[in-house]
């Protein structure tokens, strides 16, 4: 009985030993990835910042980034479903056609070509090589594409990339960015995918190098994620105020939106006109009171949309 007990405390203890791990390891990646998302959320509004190097909306931003990326799995599988469908018609179409024939020598020839093929893209060097490419092409063309958008509170214009990104911000259903957000999920497992196969082949491993830059290239697309959330998913709906918080009326035709609250101020934006828009920080020892008269989505209420 005694050692029956001990037994079980040690379990337990081992148990609680990982669970902790776990959880400080969580809370990290939380961090880190609410870090990226809600300063590159804040730099795509051109807003400064005076957040410390912790803080609680870090986490918060983390849990909503993950949340999204979990609301992406059924879009996934659906995508998934979609690219399989063609192989396996096709796949089940030659198959057909081969019992049809029932052609000996062709029926002997073609699992040999197909065993070769497919022992071809079972190469570990094959499989390091295609992540890298893939890689290369999705960050280099489609991630990458969010350091476009900066200071948008102050533009004039909105940048007009190749893909047309920025009618994501004007998306109000949410289906485009969603359908978005979940290609860039299913292209960053892709690439997981192919360099894990790679890696956990038990053919001639690939060269080493080619496994360390396909590896770095595939970290890069997942900390591009939160970026690409922070820029194109995380809400833009600010607070519009009757004043910046000094209860001093706004000048006649001026209108303002509270935009960041900071650690040490709060930054508002105030618009006269089209064209006359300024950031306006207002120190936390002037501040009264706030008044908020409704919540708009700024860069579709700027930009006339």
């Given amino acids: ?7 079980l405390k040690s379990k337990v203890h081992g148990l609680l030993g990982s669970w902790a791990s776990i959880s400080a390891l969580g809370s990290f990646v939380l961090y880190l990835f609410g870090y990226l998302a809600l300063r590159f959320h804040l730099t795509t509004l ?45 796949a089940w179409l030659v198959r057909v056609v081969a ?14 070509e197909s065993n070769r093929f497919v022992a071809f893209f079972r190469e570990p060097r094959v499989l390091a090589l295609l992540s890298l490419v893939i890689s290369v092409v999705i960050v280099q063309f489609v991630m990458r594409q969010c350091y476009f958008f ?9 940048p007009n990339t190749s893909l047309h990104l920025h ?21 960053t497992l892709l690439t997981a995918s192919l360099l894990y196969a790679a890696i956990n082949s ?40 009757i004043d910046l918080g000094d209860q001093v009326p706004l000048a006649a035709g001026q209108e303002a939106w509270l935009v960041w609250e900071g650690n040490e101020g709060r930054t508002y934006l105030v618009r006269t006109n089209q064209t006359d828009r300024r950031l306006v920080t207002v120190p936390k020892k002037d501040f009264k009171k706030i008044e908020i008269t409704k919540y708009d989505e700024i860069i579709k209420y700027l930009f006339d949309h």
């Avoid at 062709?106 to 040999?112: F, G, I, L, S």
């Fill in 150 to 158: 900066g200071n948008l509170l102050l533009a004039s214009e909105l």
């Fill in 202 to 241: 038990k053919a001639t491993p690939a060269p080493k190098a080619l496994r360390i830059l396909a590896g770095l290239l595939v970290a890069i697309q997942f900390l591009l994620l939160p970026v690409n959330y922070g820029v194109f998913i995380l809400e833009k709906q600010v607070p519009r105020v």
């Fill in 167 to 187: 009618k994501l911000l004007f998306d109000e259903e949410g289906g485009i960015r969603s359908l978005y957000f979940s290609g860039l999920v299913f292209g």
């Fill in 99 to 112: 019992r049809r024939k029932n052609n000996n020598d062709v029926e002997n020839q073609r699992p040999a």
């Fill in 46 to 90: 051109g807003v400064g910042t005076d957040l410390a190097v912790l803080d609680e909306r870090y986490l918060f931003t983390g849990a909503k980034f993950f949340i999204y990326l979990v609301c992406t799995i059924p879009i996934l599988i659906l995508i998934g479903l979609v690219l399989a469908s063609p192989v396996i018609l096709i």
């Fill in 1 to 7: 009985m005694t050692e029956l007990w001990e037994d």
